[in-house]
């Protein structure tokens, strides 16, 4: 940052202290709607709390771009409980040593139109995952749109490997 000219300096400040107070905005919004449009079914955790930190910012930080972009984003599900994963796996939704089991991936969804959520809004999710550097799971031959996670597919097996320390390195 020392090398580039002062105003730039100060606009991506301003920049970034805009996206954290979006952040808080999009916190908000989403807890203070929880309770009706997006009741949370049993078994699902949406707490941000239990993702590694530094994935945890980033998730946040597409959370905002999203809302600051007119899009209803909001977490569906961040961390899962490895007996959950392991019910995914057995029904064919999902698979057992999923990224989520780690706390480094989350499915994102529109409020409204849940996994209806159209083109646009999938596009627009897709760049600003990876833009914070987030694998997007719209890439992948599943198709899984909603899906973000801080490793890339070849890193798995060494995230399944990791300690919460290498993990929270990994995903920093
Ligand atoms: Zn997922």
């Not at 946040?60 to 999203?66: F, I, K, N």
Request: proline fraction near 3%.
């Amino acid at each position: 940052m020392s090398s580039l000219p002062r105003r730039d300096a100060m606009n991506a400040a301003a920049t970034s202290a805009a996206v954290a107070a979006l952040a808080v905005l999009a916190l908000a919004s989403s807890r203070g709607e929880e309770g009706s449009t997006m009741r949370t079914p049993r078994g699902i955790d949406r707490d941000l709390g239990k993702l590694t930190p530094g994935f945890r910012r980033r998730v946040e930080r597409v959370l905002a771009r999203m809302q600051a972009r007119g899009f209803d984003a909001v977490v569906w599900e961040a961390w899962r409980s490895p007996e959950r994963a392991a019910k995914l796996a057995a029904k064919g939704t999902g698979i057992a040593l999923s990224m989520h089991t780690l706390g480094i991936a989350v499915d994102i969804i529109s409020r409204k139109n849940r996994w209806d959520a159209g083109p646009e809004f999938w596009q627009a999710l897709g760049e600003e995952y990876e833009r914070e550097g987030i694998v997007w799971g719209g890439r992948w031959r599943s198709g899984d749109n909603p899906h973000g996670q801080g490793v890339t597919v070849a890193q798995q097996g060494i995230a399944r490997a990791a300690t919460r320390e290498q993990l929270e390195m990994m995903t920093a």
